[in-house]
């Protein structure tokens, strides 16, 4: 089987690609101007942002970007094209011949190019006998099509290429995509010879359906000894089938004719003074390859976040990759969600606390609570003290009660005495965690 | 170009052409692009543009504005509750 | 004021209401206007597909019938923060489709030194108003000749600048590689004047940010005519234009020959381009948002939209649509779209050839006088294109080119074309003072 996507994200800009307007707003058509509503004498000006985001896209997927490029003139009649052409690339994407490694296998990408989007249609009235009303705040948003070779070989694989691909895209561009609402795809898919288009399906999840429920169909025509017709279908979600697009009378000849208003724009110099951030992807790959990461352990770390991959790079170096792994996916995965917001002050604290755990100069629970401890930003210099007084006030509480020692040994469940009674006594200045660590580490000291 | 490819082109520009129209517009095209086949005999230059004058690198910065009032322009078109109203989709 | 505009100039008072009856050179027309007693405050008229805040652009076209835009052209903004007063918008061609000013779906223009001769086009009011009234300053459009063929037949100074140096903003397209803004006026002061002023660097026009700054003091010394360039000029305008460059010589200018193969291939060429990106231009027009809407939104969006452009597209918008959607079809594309493209590369390439010697190129405007109109209609569509010959070369390659009006046949005028490199207006300017100096145009009479 063989797959192949044109999936199309919309650019994280404040303003419309050819405009000025904004990309954000509540109300149908008030962000609109001459530009996006097409009226006779406007004309497009280049957002520079999005040319910039849509270089970056090229790059973080190793496209070959030309020296120019310039704008194409799409030709075709639907209400919700205001100028009824669209101004898209043609004969000059801005990256060409790019991969994208997934899971380890290369998908090939063919080409990467800029458009604006029409506006927002709604279909009102009697089935059969709609009208269409249009909202233009949607028109001129910018777009990135990114279209790969046919090397993609199932739907879910299908589903996976687009997972990924979002993630990189929301850490390389901050591009906001949600996975449902904000991606699109034309998905082209051939179990044998001809192959079958499926126009605009909308979402993560309906790429797989609509793919899936080709893939059968296509089989069974196959197993039929029936010719699969190539031809455009679409996607009706409501009954998760595919359904061949209207018969038009005619074929659509979009006549392409370059886009006169804009210009050339000289992009290779400016694509290769980019600073491009590391995607998950490539970082993921540098974990197993070079600290010997598993797979599934890598990928957990660098889906939680790319700053817990950086800690993690930095603690390999510091105490070595075990360590590093025991650390990470331990207590620092533990405190995470509180840890993250604070990371930039207390990062040095954190690698020095584990430094010293593996040094041997602190013990486990003391690392554990003192992680915890930043991680709540509790302060730390009233920490020492009671961090000290709750190991002594153990102590002697076990000092007190012997037998516990020895109930213990038998049943774990005995630490519970102990822990309630301090943090009885204790009245809540520390945390159940913390009591529980002192209580529990102490008890196995002693057997 | 036969009236048939007239007629296809005519609906490919949204054009509805009565016999009469075709007839005619099919005449006149065919007069004017027997005149154009002169291109052919033009020598041959490697180098395109889309301008007569070299027009590069104009961009203008992502930011927020409005040079026309957002309200005279909707008061422009025939709106239901704030959308433009359209012809059928189907 | 409140009765009707006026148009005063140089102490002269026109009713516009009254000239209008006569010629037809407006389509729209301002209710009230500032009389001209303040020396910086001065009149001008804008061709009907400048967008005008305060009146309607329709482009000559019956299908953007009540279309107010919301926002000024450029050029007409610069004009009226520089004093300019907007008296009207004047009639042409729909679109810009045409040399005579006869395709327009409104009134057409009639020629001041004849009623029963066409004004030229597309830019005929423009023509027209700036012949007839003493004067006044036109804003034209030229897209292959449409400025200079007027301004030939109507006896005035036609200019149009290199394509890009006047902003293209709020401009109705025809074709967005060719369409320049440009003046028309019997006053060649006008020249010097308003040219610095409606040019300039727009940031909401890119095609318009190419340009080095405008110079106007230039020296005009060899001229050159196109060796084949004559053939099939009528022979009473061949005679006034062999009279003009007598003069020309007189005036210490040295008037040359030479071959210029590759312009005989501007003319398809340029109707090729001119039509196919007519064409996209023109799909938005289809009844929503602006102009004409029949507003029976029950109806499938396909016949909806053939059925207002049908309806509201003039014959000769429909021909050239047609002509436009076709040379970029698949299949056919590359044989005449992108062949067109080269080929504007070579006919500029022939012009800069032609600029290494000389100063600038020169050519009768017209092969022909302003048609009587009983003459036009004879004419067939191919036979109208080629009258376009020798204006669309500079128009072809983005060259600022300069009629002037050269001499008369029976009291009917003849123009003459001088084409200069890109950005070099300067030589036109001066090249019309020094002529203006030495043959001052002829007025005609007006009829109220």
Known sequence: ?447 | MDIETVRNVAKLARLELSDEELQTFCNDLNDILEYLSMLDEAPDVECFGFNPIPVADVLREDEVGYDVDVDSLREMLTTYQGWVRGPRLS | MGEGATAVMSGLTFDLEKLNQTYHMFNDMAAETVPGEDESIFQFSAKDNLCTKDLQARAGSRILEGYRPPFDATAVARLRSAGGVLLGKTNMDEFGFGTFGTNSGYQVPLNPFDLKRACGGSSAGAACAASVIPGHLALGVSTGGSISCPASFCGVFGLTPTYGRVSRYGLIDYGNSLDKIGLLTMDVGHLRRFLPIISGADPRDPTSCAQPPLELDAEVRRVVIPEDSLNGVDGDVLETFQTAIEHLSHMGIEVTTMPMPALRFALPAYYVLATSEASTNLARYCGMRYGERNEDYNQHFDPYFSKTRSRYLGQEAKRRVLLGTFTRMVGFRDRYYMKALATRELVISEYAQAFEEHDLVLTPTMPFLPPLFADIEGMSPLDTYKADGLTVPPNLAGLPHLSAPCGYVDGVPVGMQFVSPHWTEGRLVTMAESWNGAHPPMRPEVIL
């Not at chain 1, 149908?28 to 497009?44: K, Q």
């Not at chain 1, 705040?137 to 290429?161: H, K, M, Q, W, Y």
């Not at chain 1, 390389?172 to 082209?188: I, L, T």
């Not at chain 1, 660098?302 to 025991?326: H, P, Q």
């Open chain 1, 1 to 447: 089987m063989k797959i192949g996507l044109e999936v199309h994200v919309q650019l994280p800009t404040r303003s419309k690609l050819f405009c000025s307007c904004a990309t954000s707003a509540e109300e149908p058509n008030t962000a609109i101007c001459p530009t996006c509503l097409g009226l006779p004498g406007s004309r497009p000006v280049l957002n520079r942002r999005a040319l910039e985001l849509g270089l970056t896209i090229a790059r973080m997927m190793e496209c070959e970007v030309p020296d120019a490029t310039w704008f194409t003139r799409k030709t075709y009649f639907y209400p919700d094209l205001p100028r009824h052409f669209q101004i898209t690339q043609f004969d000059s994407p801005i990256g060409e011949r790019g991969q994208f490694i997934l899971d380890g296998k290369k998908i090939r990408i063919r080409r990467v190019h800029l458009e604006d989007d029409p506006g927002r249609v709604r279909r009102v009235g009697k089935t059969g006998e709609e009208v269409s009303l249009i909202d233009y705040n949607r028109s001129g948003i910018p777009l990135v099509e990114i279209v790969t070779e046919p090397d993609i070989t199932s739907p879910s694989e299908a589903r996976r290429f687009v997972t990924e691909l979002l993630k990189e895209l929301r850490h390389v561009v901050g591009v906001q995509a949600d996975g449902e609402s904000s991606v699109r795809a034309d998905c082209n898919i051939s179990v044998a010879e001809e192959r079958v288009e499926v126009k605009n399906v909308q979402g993560l999840r309906n790429i797989e359906r609509a793919l899936k429920y080709e893939a059968v169909r296509q089989v069974k025509l196959l197993k039929a000894k029936r010719p699969v017709l190539r031809e455009t279908r679409r996607f009706e979600e409501g009954r998760g089938v595919t359904l061949p697009a209207r018969k038009k009378e005619f074929e659509e000849d979009y006549g392409y004719i370059g886009e006169p208003d804009l210009g050339v724009f000289h992009i290779r110099a400016m694509a290769d003074a980019l600073e491009i951030r590391e995607g998950p992807m490539e970082t993921m790959v540098r974990l197993v390859d070079k600290h010997g990461v598993q797979e599934t352990v890598a990928r957990q770390i660098v889906s939680t976040s790319m700053s817990l991959a950086s800690l993690f790079e930095r603690l390999a170096v510091d105490v070595g990759s075990d360590a590093a792994i025991t650390w990470v996916t331990g207590p620092i995965t533990a405190s995470w969600s509180k840890l993250e917001p604070r990371l930039d002050e207390v990062e040095n604290e954190v690698v020095a606390a584990i430094i010293s755990t593996t040094s041997g100069k602190m013990s486990d629970v003391e690392g554990r609570m003192r992680i915890e401890a930043l991680a709540e930003g509790r302060d730390l210099e009233t920490i020492q003290a009671p961090e000290g007084d709750i190991i002594d006030m153990v102590e002697s509480f076990l000092d007190d009660n012997p037998e516990l020692v020895k109930d213990f040994q038998d049943n774990e469940k005995a630490a519970n005495r102990a822990i309630g009674q301090i943090m009885q006594a204790t009245k809540g200045s520390y945390s159940s965690r913390d009591v529980v660590a002192a209580v529990m580490s102490a008890l196995r000291k002693r057997i």
